[in-house]
């Protein structure tokens, strides 16, 4: 059974940075697909980033240059570097795997940016 579990969030000033890490356990890290996702409130969950088995990237525009998703597959683990953040990247942070024939989700992290 897949499982994944998020840590690294907090509050930080604008401008700074933060590092989120998401453990997964079970199944074959390495062949999946894994992304980070945020939902503010009152808004809907949309994608950050996510990297494919072959680490090919895809980023939000509003991200884009400031954010890295980078993987370690030995450790089932996947990484968002946050920096230059902004108050509107505020929200809970979730993990997402898909398998290609299922997905599943992390808790989430809050992640608060104070201007």
């Known amino acids: 059974q897949v499982q994944l579990v998020e840590s690294g969030g907090g509050l930080v000033q604008a401008g700074g940075s933060l590092r989120l890490s998401c453990v997964s356990s079970?199944?074959?890290?390495?062949?999946?697909?894994m992304g980070w996702y945020r939902q503010a409130p009152d808004k809907q969950r949309e994608l950050v980033a996510e990297?494919?088995?072959?680490?090919?990237?895809n980023y939000a525009d509003s991200v884009k240059g400031r954010f890295a998703i980078s993987r370690d597959n030995a450790k089932y683990t996947v990484y968002l570097q946050m920096n230059s953040l902004k108050p509107e990247d505020t929200a809970v942070y979730y993990c997402r795997r898909f398998t290609g024939r299922s997905v599943s989700w992390g808790q989430g992290t809050q992640v608060t940016v104070s201007s």
């Open positions: 079970g199944g074959r890290f390495s062949f999946d697909t």
């Open positions: 990297i494919t088995s072959s680490r090919s990237t």
